[in-house]
């Protein structure tokens, strides 16, 4: 019984096993040959389609760094490959992206103009007390005060109003002195006497009143001189002052002064002696008009701007000290004419200045430029354009992260490649369906079954691949399958490519059917010299969030590469800090790497925001 269920499991097993060994013949028997980037330029000889066009090689659209020598379908999508013509290597440093290609990426392009700069101030300001209209109230003489009628400071007074009565006795004496030498009739000796007076700091409407009354007036009442507010009280009532002792700080609220923050590049537009037209929130639909006064000679050390003054009327005291206004210039003056590319097309490093020039049939370039002020939503250019350029103003970002572009973007360094290294990584290959990838001389990106998720060799010795081999993949590397837990006997082609039972899961190897490894390739795949293995780089999107120690902590976008979902993890910076330009909060487009010491940048660049 136990015999008869043995036969029952063991028939179907090896039908299964040859079953897939015939799988596995025609899966090689029918790809195409493989060649490698560097045989690509050399090896056939020209080919012409029917256009007469010259392809280089063919391509899988899914995958182009796998390429192939003569056109079919992809081993690895079961998609047609697509040629690659010579016309469409870009050897300058930029990269053509097809009209379908831009449609979908959302590149849009705006001319290199002739513009008149305005001048513009758009700044924001803070009232305060006009200084020049500041009054100190002091003492006429040494005294008492006898009665204070205004007890606090920031208390609003009326002009001519009483603050204060302060008792002077030592002006008894001189008084009663003068009285005497009136009623003697001498008028010179009259004079004299009220000159005295005078010159002990009494008003004329005291003095007035002495000769009135006939008697002595001891007591007198300080009033305000102006209409304003009280900014500063030094005496209180019953305490003792001294000729010419402050006792009052009155200043006004008509006019006030408006002092003005603005940035360096507004410098120009401010002149003393402009009008002026300010708004505020406590006001909404209403303005005030003003005149600045003078522009301050020094600048701000915590915000770097500069300030004015703005002398604004308030008759009514609707503009109170410490309000904040936004301020601008009543009439812009006449400016020159510059040569202006809009904000969006300028790609700023830090140390580079840099905008995506558009040559005509898809052709983008990268240039370098000199970019001068900047005027509401342009900015001048002094270097590097001329009228009638088109320059990329949206897209560029997206550009550079599906084309994988080493030169044709600012790197993060600042730096631009030697010419010997930016040869072989200017032309970057964009497919019509928007997939898109560096070229490289000597990188093998094509997946081989070995990578595919769940595979792992066997442990029996296998020969080294050369690097053509190492594009075709094997049996080993087909899911669920690895090489033989043992070492094997030498096996015919068509045994490697056929898959043992001890490969499958579940499955040990059957006495009379030894385990089988994965098989050679076909012969028809062209070897190339072994090349130096380089870290193969991955591009994504995020948003700077901390950095410490030498790394950096970006939320970032998913990398379908390395089947990473968005997530926020530390990366290492390659000189241990930001670039110019970048600090926390900053979204950008970045290269990392992956090693055994994890993540490291290898170039950051800012993302502007897409209008």
């Not at 195409?32 to 063919?58: C, F, H, M, N």
């Not at 900047?374 to 084309?403: N, P, Y």
């Not at 490519?497 to 001890?502: C, H, R």
Request: avoid cysteine.
């Amino acid at each position: 019984m136990s015999r008869f269920n043995t036969g029952r499991i063991v028939t179907p097993l090896i039908s299964l096993a040859a079953l897939t060994a015939a799988f596995a013949a025609g899966y090689f028997l029918r790809q195409p040959e493989i060649v490698t980037p560097a045989d690509a330029q050399t090896a056939a000889p020209a080919t012409a389609d029917s256009g007469g066009r010259k392809v280089l090689y063919w391509y899988d659209p899914m995958s182009p760094g796998q390429r192939f020598d003569k056109p079919g379908k992809s081993p690895l999508m079961d998609m047609p490959l697509k040629p690659r013509y010579a016309d469409e290597d870009a050897q300058d440093g930029g990269v053509t992206v097809s009209a379908r290609q831009q449609q979908n990426l959302g590149v849009r392009q705006a001319f290199v103009e002739q513009r008149v700069m305005q001048s513009r101030l758009d700044a924001f300001g803070t009232v305060s007390i006009d200084d020049r209209g500041i009054q100190i109230i002091p003492a006429r003489a040494n005294g008492l005060v006898e009665k204070l009628y205004v007890r606090a400071e920031q208390q609003q007074v009326a002009k001519n109003q009483p603050l204060a009565r302060l008792w002077i006795p030592e002006w008894s004496a001189a008084q009663q002195e003068y009285l005497a030498v009136r009623h003697l009739g001498d008028p010179a000796l009259t004079a004299a006497a009220r000159q005295r007076l005078q010159l002990l700091f009494m008003p004329d409407d005291l003095i007035r009143a002495i000769e009135k009354t006939g008697q002595p007036q001891t007591r007198i009442e300080i009033r305000s001189p102006e209409r304003g507010f009280i900014s500063k009280l030094d005496v209180r009532e019953g305490s003792q002052v001294s000729a010419s002792q402050a006792m009052f700080e009155l200043a006004s609220l008509d006019p006030v002064w408006v002092v003005a923050d603005y940035p360096e590049s507004q410098a120009g537009a401010v002149t003393p002696g402009s009008d002026i037209i300010a708004t505020t929130a406590r006001w909404p639909g209403e303005s005030f008009h003003g005149r600045i006064s003078e522009v301050l000679p020094v600048v701000n050390d915590a915000t770097r701007t500069y300030r004015a003054r703005i002398a604004l009327d308030n008759r009514d005291n609707r503009l109170q000290p410490g309000m904040y206004m936004n301020v601008r210039l009543a009439r812009a003056a006449q400016g020159e004419t510059v040569l202006a590319i809009p904000q969006d097309a300028l790609i700023q490093t830090g140390s580079r200045n840099t905008v995506l020039l558009a040559e005509g049939d898809g052709h983008f370039k990268p240039v370098e430029i000199t970019a001068g002020r900047e005027f509401g939503d342009w900015v001048e250019i002094r270097q590097g354009l001329r009228a009638g350029d088109r320059v990329v103003t949206s897209g560029q970002f997206l550009i550079d992260s599906e084309a994988s572009l080493r030169s044709a973007l600012p790197q993060m360094t600042g730096n631009p490649p030697a010419a010997a290294d930016a040869a072989p990584q200017a032309a970057a290959d964009v497919s019509a369906t928007g997939t898109a990838s560096a070229k490289m001389p000597t990188q093998t990106s094509a997946a081989s079954m070995a990578d595919m998720p769940g595979m792992s060799s066997g442990s029996a010795p296998v020969p080294a691949k050369t690097p053509a081999q190492s594009n075709a993949p094997g049996m080993a590397d087909m899911p669920g399958m690895s090489s033989g837990p043992a070492p094997v006997p030498a096996k015919t082609p068509a045994q490697s490519n056929a898959p043992g039972m001890a490969d499958m899961p579940g499955m040990a190897p059957m006495p009379d059917m030894p385990a089988m490894s994965s098989g050679a390739t076909p012969a028809s795949v062209q070897t190339a010299e072994p090349a130096a293995a380089k870290p193969r780089e991955y591009a994504t999107q995020g948003v700077i969030d901390a950095v410490s120690n030498g790394q950096v902590t970006l939320s970032h976008h998913a990398v379908p590469e390395l089947h990473w979902s968005p997530m926020t993890m530390d990366f290492t910076l390659p000189d241990g800090k930001l670039p110019q330009g970048l600090a926390v909060g900053s979204r950008v487009l970045f290269h990392f790497t992956l090693d055994d010491n994890g993540a490291r940048i290898t170039q950051m660049i800012p993302v502007r925001s897409v209008r």
